[in-house]
Structures are given as C-alpha cells and as structure tokens.
C-alpha cells in the first residue's frame, strides 16, 4: 500500500479488502415440515446454534406456525418451523 501521497509502501500495510463474495458464509436453515401424522412427535426448539434447547411435542400447526407444549406446561408455545428439528431421525416416505 501506498501513503496517501503516493509516494512510499506503508509499512505493515492493511490486507486487500475482501469483497462481500469473499465474506459470504454459508448458513443453512433446516426447517420442519410437519404433516398430520406428525401431531405428538418430538422435535427440540433451538433459537440459533449456541441457544439452550428444549424440547417439545407438536400439538398442532398451520401454514405459519408449529405449536409446541414442552415438559409438563399445559398450554402450547408458538414456533416457526426454522426454530424446530426434529428429536428422532425417523425417515419420511
């Protein structure tokens, strides 16, 4: 690099930039797609990778939203599918 009036390298200079493709880090969203049979199954919520998890069983959902009772509470938690997985690795066909 060279000092602001061109003349001599900075030493030490800063690295070249990186352009936003050189940044881009690949995150991958799994998200559930519960279907009627998988009313009572177990999934484990999990907010972002570091969050704490609970877990949970569907008790109902719609396009939006999974509803999830955890533990022992007898109301249900509203959940967006990409904050769900699911407990079992049970194959789908």
């Known amino acids: 690099m060279r000092s602001p009036g061109g003349m001599r390298p900075i030493?030490?200079?800063?690295?070249?930039a990186r352009?936003?493709?050189d940044s881009f880090i690949e995150l991958r969203v799994i998200m559930i797609e519960p279907?009627?049979?998988?009313?009572?199954?177990k999934v484990i919520y999990?907010?972002?990778g570091s969050a704490k998890v609970k877990e949970g069983v569907i008790t109902r959902f719609n396009e939006k939203?999974?509803?999830v009772r955890f533990g022992k509470e007898e109301k249900s938690t509203v959940a967006t599918r990409d904050e769900?997985?699911?407990k079992d690795?049970?194959?789908r066909s």
């Open 35 to 41: 279907d009627h049979s998988d009313i009572g199954r």
């Open 19 to 21: 352009s936003a493709a």
């Open 84 to 86: 769900l997985e699911w």
């Open 89 to 91: 690795a049970r194959s």
């Open 65 to 67: 939203y999974v509803f």
């Open 46 to 48: 999990r907010v972002h």
């Open 11 to 16: 030493p030490g200079g800063l690295p070249p």
